[in-house]
């Protein structure tokens, strides 16, 4: 394959994934203006977010069988369609669950786009550009979530709120027209079956889990129910994948310790990532008082280091390896972590940016080297369904410490209190991602 046509691949699923996880954290500066509108309260609302998160964490481990099934022209048609049928469902939508719903259809397709993206990048250009091409990926996968929440903060401001869902639609109707005209096939279609007991096992596992988590403090016994038959589902989805021949998932690839390890490492520093995006625009519009707009422009500048940074790690990291790089994200973020806990009413603007572009400079610096790193022991075949876990895995976490990071800045009456104890929170995670980092890198020196 010549480098113009894998430019051409890559430009135009690049942009196509960029839209669909810009729209992931879209509502995020959105939710005050949402609330009053739709009339819903707080912890509802938040599922426009959490719930696109998730659905997306359900249809990622679609992609490996997909690619093998049909064609990639094939996929990327149906992917586009899907999606704009979820964004002209939300933005027609006459009350919230009309919206949540055609948040999640996007949100299904946004799923497999993103993984099909990235396996697409691995295959088609070789071994000894992996780190700079994944560097390229995770640049659309971490910068295209941190630039939602400013986006969403200009629009609420000029625009009527339904524009939030309707601007999205121009924009990937057109990539598909260029597609339609330029993507080529690259791939070839193999006999590959759907599992619907895994996918369907998987899901309702999932889901049954993270809305356990989300009401737990009102519904204490519901809650605890829910956890419990989504592990116990998921366990059973595990098992079923020792024991097929073609897994849906195949799961025996987390015995890889780098693979295992990185996963750990980027879930965790994903989750950061969109805490961070969750907590703290709610933080300065309703203790500071500020517009949407501007917190949207005060998460900025850390949108575009966050954006500079990923390519950059990955062209270092072909050159040198992660352990440097992992050094200097880490600083970052613990850098970050006492001015983000100490966040008043009277906190300077000036120290918002710097804080919140330091803490988005550790996570692309740890995140987009990692996701090279866990593959770096897999064979060509494997690495299909590690792409596939790596970004399942990576969205399930975001989802996650949504509902987590929510329950407990809603334990105290002030949402001042609240907010600290979600600070303190991602302190603790912080932690645990250097001693993993250290952990992990010691026994790399021993072997």
Do not use: C
Request: glycine share 8%.
């Amino acid at each position: 394959m010549t480098n113009k046509k894998r430019n051409t691949i890559g430009a135009i699923l690049l942009l196509a994934t960029f839209a669909a996880l810009l729209n992931q954290t879209l509502m995020i500066t959105a939710l005050p203006k949402l609330i009053s509108v739709l009339n819903v309260n707080f912890a509802t609302a938040q599922w426009l977010t959490t719930g696109y998160i998730l659905m997306v964490g359900i249809s990622t481990p679609l992609s490996a069988t997909l690619y093998e099934k049909y064609s990639t022209r094939q996929i990327f048609i149906g992917i586009m369609v899907v999606f704009l049928v979820g964004s002209l469902v939300a933005s027609s939508g006459a009350n919230f669950w009309a919206i949540l719903l055609g948040r999640l259809i996007q949100a299904a397709a946004g799923g497999v786009l993103t993984t099909f993206t990235m396996i697409s990048m691995i295959t088609i250009n070789p071994i000894e550009r992996r780190g700079t091409v994944m560097g390229l990926s995770m640049l659309v996968i971490s910068a295209a979530p941190a630039i939602g929440p400013t986006l969403s903060g200009v629009m609420i401001t000029f625009l009527p709120w339904r524009a939030l869902f309707i601007f999205i639609i121009p924009i990937m109707l057109t990539i598909l027209i260029i597609g339609l005209f330029i993507l080529p096939n690259y791939s070839e279609k193999q006999a590959a079956k759907i599992d619907f007991k895994s996918f369907f096992s998987s899901s309702i596992g999932l889901t049954a889990i993270l809305i356990g988590i989300s009401i737990i403090r009102e519904q204490v016994l519901i809650a605890l129910g829910l956890i419990v038959i989504g592990t116990l589902i998921m366990v059973y989805f595990g098992r079923r994948q020792l024991t097929l021949k073609e897994p849906f998932l195949n799961i025996r690839i987390f015995k890889v310790r780098s693979f295992s390890t990185m996963i750990s490492l980027i879930m965790l520093v994903f989750g950061i990532l969109l805490g961070t995006e969750l907590v703290m625009p709610m933080f300065l519009e309703n203790n500071q008082h500020l517009s949407g707009m501007t917190a949207g422009l005060i998460m900025l500048p850390g949108a575009a280091i966050n954006a500079i940074i990923s390519p950059i790690v990955g062209n270092l990291y072909d050159q040198y390896g992660y352990k440097k790089i992992f050094v200097f994200g880490f600083s970052m973020l613990m850098i970050s972590v006492l001015p983000m806990l100490l966040l008043t009413a009277e906190f300077p603007i000036w120290l918002s940016v710097v804080t919140y572009a330091i803490r988005l400079a550790g996570v692309g610096a740890v995140m987009a080297p990692a996701t090279t790193e866990a593959l770096k022991d897999l064979s060509p075949v494997e690495i299909n369904h590690a792409t596939t876990l790596t970004n399942t895995l990576r969205q399930i976490s975001g989802s996650l410490f949504n509902t987590i990071i929510i329950v407990i800045a809603s334990i105290p009456a002030s949402f001042v209190i609240g907010y600290r104890f979600s600070m303190i929170f991602i302190m603790v995670i912080s932690m645990l991602i250097g001693l993993i980092g250290l952990v992990y890198f010691r026994k790399e020196r021993k072997n």
